[in-house]
C-alpha cells in the first residue's frame, strides 16, 4: 500500500516538496532527491530532506527508510552558489546527524555518481546500496577543502585510514564493485535500483535489524598502531606537494583515532573553516566556478576535461603568452638570468619557465610577481577591449592554455589575492620604463569596489 505524504503548506515548504519526493511502501519511507539536474544539496534540498526524516522518526507506521536520488546521478554534492554566502540551517553535517541518529533503519541507493556532500549522505546512513556503474567519493581537495560532513571521520571507520585518505587525497571517484569489496557498499543492485532498495529496506524490517551507525565501527580502526602508520605515510609522500587541503584531510583522518566521533566532527569542522578562509582554496573555488560561466565561444569541455576554443580563446591566451614573455625578456634585459627568471615561474607553481627551464628557482617572488602583473595588464585589456567578458575569464584562460598554477586562481585572482592597491602602486613605478605595466583601466574599478575583479562582469 502507498501513502502520499506532501512536506509543507506554504511557498517554502512547496520549494522543499518539490525537491524532495516522499512516500510510503508498506512500512518504508521512500525519500527521493528532485533537484534536477545534480541534485545539488542546497539549503532548500537539505531542509526537505530534514522534514523527510524527521516525519520518518516520528511516525509509528513507518518502520525504514530509503533515500534515492532522480535522474542520471544521486548527488553532485554541494551548491556551488552557498561557497561564499554560508550553508544555511540545517547544513549537512547537522543533517547526516539526523539521519545517522535515527532509530529506524535507513538505506541509501546511489546511481550514477555520489560526490562530496552525496556521499557523505551515504556515509551517514545505516546501509549502503548502488548500481553497477555508479561511482562516489570525496573530491573536496580539488576546491582546497576538506569534507565538511563527517567524511573524513565515517571513512577511515569504514574503510580503515590508508584507503581513505587515498580516497580523499587523490579526489579520485571508487566505482561500485571496489566499493563494495573494500566495504563502503552491502550490495550493488542489478535491475531496478528504487525496487530493489525498498525490499532491501523491507528486509531489514522484518528481520528486525536495528540501525547501523557508522559512528559506532571501530573494527577497521582497532589497530592503532597501523592506523597512525598510514597517517605517517601520507605525511611522507605528500611532504612536497605545495597544496594545503591534502595535510588537513591527514590530520582529520589521525584525529578519528585520537578523539571520540563528537569532538572529530568538531576538527573537521575547524579544518572545513580553516581551508575556506585559505587562500588556495578561494583561487581553486573561483576556478571552479569560472569554468561553468565562462562563454563557450572561449573555453569548452572535452572528455572531462576543458581546452581553449579557437579562433576566441586562443587569441586571448596567446596575448597573455605574449606578455608573459615580453615581462620575461625585460627583466633579463634589466639584468636577470633566464634561469632567474625560469626558476622564479616554476617556484610559483608553472610547470617551465618563460624560456623552458623547469628547475624551481630560490627568492623569485619579486620576479613573479613583475611578470604576472604584466600578464593582469594585458587580461585588463583583453577585458576592456571585449576579447573576454569578465577578469574571471582571463583566469580560467591563463589556466587552461598557459598552465597558470590552478592553486593561484589565474593572474587576475593572484592579484587580488596578493592585494590590488599595492599591485596598482607598483605597477606605476615599473611603467614609467616599460608600458607592459600599464595599469589597465579594469584594475583602478576594482580597486574602488570591496569585491574587486569578482564584481566585474
Same mark, same amino acid.
Request: hydrophobic share 45%; aromatic share 4%; glycine share 10%.
Given at each position: 500500500?502507498?501513502r502520499a ?6 511557498s517554502?515548504g ?5 525537491r +524532495?519526493?516522499?512516500r ?13 539536474p ?5 539549503q532548500?534540498?537539505?531542509a ?11 511516525e509509528? $507506521?513507518?518502520k525504514?527508510?530509503?533515500?534515492l536520488?532522480?535522474?542520471?546521478l544521486?548527488?553532485a ?11 544555511g540551517?540545517?547544513?549537512l ?16 541507493a ?10 557523505e549522505?551515504m556515509?551517514a546512513? $545505516? ?5 553497477p ?12 577543502? +576538506? ?8 571513512l ?14 587523490s579526489?579520485?571517484?571508487v ?31 522484518? $528481520? ?7 559512528r ?14 598510514? +597517517? ?20 582529520? +583522518? ?6 571520540p566521533?563528537e ?6 569542522a ?10 588556495q ?14 562563454d ?29 614573455r ?7 634585459a634589466q ?9 622564479a ?7 617551465k619557465?618563460?624560456?623552458g ?6 627568492d ?6 613583475r ?5 593582469v ?30 592553486r ?8 587580488q589575492t ?16 616599460n608600458?607592459?605595466w ?5 584594475l583602478?574599478t576594482?580597486i574602488?569596489q ?8
Amino acid at each position: 500500500m502507498e501513502r502520499a505524504a506532501g512536506l509543507g503548506r506554504k511557498s517554502k515548504g512547496d520549494d522543499m516538496a518539490r525537491r +524532495v519526493r516522499f512516500r510510503v511502501l508498506d512500512g518504508v519511507a521512500v525519500v527521493t532527491l528532485d533537484a534536477p539536474p545534480v541534485n545539488a544539496l542546497s539549503q532548500d534540498l537539505r531542509a526537505g530532506l530534514w522534514a523527510a526524516f524527521r516525519k520518518v522518526a516520528q511516525e509509528d $507506521h513507518i518502520k525504514g527508510a530509503v533515500l534515492l536520488g532522480s535522474g542520471a546521478l544521486f548527488s553532485a554534492g554541494a551548491d556551488i552558489s552557498e561557497f561564499d554566502t554560508g550553508p544555511g540551517q540545517p547544513d549537512l553535517s547537522q543533517l547526516c546527524a539526523l539521519i545517522e541518529d535515527l532509530p529506524k533503519p535507513v538505506v541509501v541507493a546511489a546511481q550514477g555518481q555520489a560526490l562530496g556532500g552525496g556521499f557523505e549522505l551515504m556515509l551517514a546512513a $545505516h546501509y549502503r546500496l548502488a548500481a553497477p556503474k555508479a561511482r562516489m567519493g570525496l573530491p573536496e581537495v580539488a576546491l582546497g577543502l +576538506v569534507p565538511g560532513a563527517g567524511g573524513t571521520q565515517r571513512l577511515p571507520r569504514l574503510i580503515g585510514a590508508e584507503k581513505a585518505i587515498q580516497l580523499m587525497v587523490s579526489t579520485n571517484a571508487v566505482e561500485a564493485d571496489v566499493a563494495r569489496r573494500i566495504g563502503l557498499l552491502d550490495g550493488v543492485v542489478e535491475g531496478d535500483l528504487a525496487s530493489g532498495a525498498v525490499r532491501f529496506a523491507q528486509g531489514l524490517v522484518a $528481520h528486525g535489524r536495528a540501525p547501523r551507525r557508522t559512528r559506532d565501527e571501530r573494527a577497521r580502526m582497532a589497530d592503532a598502531a597501523a592506523h597512525f602508520a598510514a +597517517v605517517a605515510k601520507a605525511r611522507t609522500a605528500l611532504a612536497d606537494n605545495p597544496l594545503h587541503a591534502p595535510q588537513r584531510v591527514i590530520d582529520c +583522518v589521525e584525529a578519528a583515532a585520537l578523539l571520540p566521533f563528537e569532538a572529530g566532527l568538531a576538527f573537521e569542522a575547524d579544518a572545513f573553516d580553516r581551508c575556506m578562509a585559505h587562500p588556495q582554496s578561494v583561487a581553486l573555488r573561483h576556478v571552479f566556478v569560472a569554468e561553468r560561466r565562462i562563454d563557450d565561444a572561449l573555453l569548452e569541455r572535452h572528455d572531462g576535461s576543458f581546452r581553449t576554443v579557437d579562433p576566441m580563446g586562443k587569441a586571448a591566451v596567446a596575448r597573455l603568452q605574449k606578455a608573459m614573455r615580453a615581462a620575461a625578456q625585460t627583466l633579463v634585459a634589466q639584468g636577470l638570468s633566464e634561469d632567474a627568471v625560469d626558476g622564479a615561474m616554476v617556484s610559483y607553481g608553472f610547470r617551465k619557465g618563460p624560456f623552458g627551464g623547469r628547475h624551481a628557482g630560490a627568492d623569485g617572488a619579486q620576479i613573479a610577481r613583475r611578470i604576472v602583473a604584466a600578464m593582469v595588464a594585458e587580461g585588463g585589456a583583453c577585458v576592456t577591449q571585449g576579447a573576454v567578458q569578465r577578469p574571471a575569464d582571463v583566469d580560467v584562460l591563463a589556466v587552461h592554455g598557459l598552465g597558470f598554477p590552478r592553486r593561484m586562481g589565474g593572474p587576475m585572482r593572484a592579484a587580488q589575492t596578493d592585494g590590488l592597491i599595492a599591485l596598482r602602486r607598483d605597477m606605476r613605478d615599473w611603467a614609467k620604463d616599460n608600458d607592459l605595466w600599464a595599469v589597465p583601466e579594469v584594475l583602478d574599478t576594482a580597486i574602488k569596489q570591496a569585491s574587486g575583479f569578482d564584481g566585474i562582469g
